[in-house]
């Protein structure tokens, strides 16, 4: 059977990751792929466990957008390269690629998109310890969110909020945001990527707490 983009497509949509790396990197060595599938090609390699060819992948389709004038998309691939890097504790990294989508959002002001630098802002005080920060910034980033209709980044927002506010001492509101974000990761109505990370930050939660109880329900759920 001949690869063709179409099927590299499809499998992205099976999430069955290894057929859409190989169909994506047949055709790209024939010839080159519209950014749109470079995307597809990075979220595919990402979830093979590829994390450097991901990355590879949506550098040549941030750059494909940002070519066609695509603001908005160019800015979205902005937003994942971030993710990415912060995934690697490259937060240099990460953050140069945050400037680089708040630059191309700059021209677009309903984008649901704003609300991410909100949100990886915050993450980055709360990893350095600047905690009201960190909790101002998943304030207006819960808040934007909602704002524009950006699920993800608001559950994702609502997750760090929580993990902020454990560190204050106030963790009954602290379990309460963290147990509604672990709620809208089962519910299936968040991409998986941020579902999974969500599910990372409750179980990491419980475990500062002691409370294995709660861990075990959601590890369950």
Known sequence: MIATAE?????????????????????????????DDLELLGTATWWS???????????RAFGGYSDAGRDEDAARTAITLAYLAFRR??????????????????????????????????????????????????????????????????????????????????????LRDIDEAAAAATSGQLDIRFASDIFCTTIAACRSLGDL???GQWTNE
């Open 49 to 59: 466990g590829q994390p450097g060819e991901a990355t590879d992948a949506l550098e």
């Open 89 to 174: 504790l490259e937060e240099s990294i990460a953050f140069g690629w945050i400037a680089r989508a708040e630059r191309l959002l700059e021209g677009l002001p309903d984008s649901p998109l704003h609300a991410w630098p909100l949100a990886f802002g915050a993450l980055g005080a709360l990893v350095a310890n600047q905690i009201e920060a960190g909790l101002a910034l998943a304030d207006r980033a819960i808040e934007v969110a909602r704002e524009r209709g950006n699920t993800d980044a608001l559950f994702m927002a609502m997750s760090f909020r929580g993990m902020g506010r454990l560190e204050t001492g106030d963790w009954r509101s602290g």
């Open 7 to 35: 099927a590299g497509r499809d499998a992205v949509r099976r999430h069955s990751w290894t057929e859409a790396v190989e169909a994506f990197t047949a055709v790209d060595q024939d010839a080159t792929l519209a950014p």
């Open 213 to 215: 109880a709660r861990a």
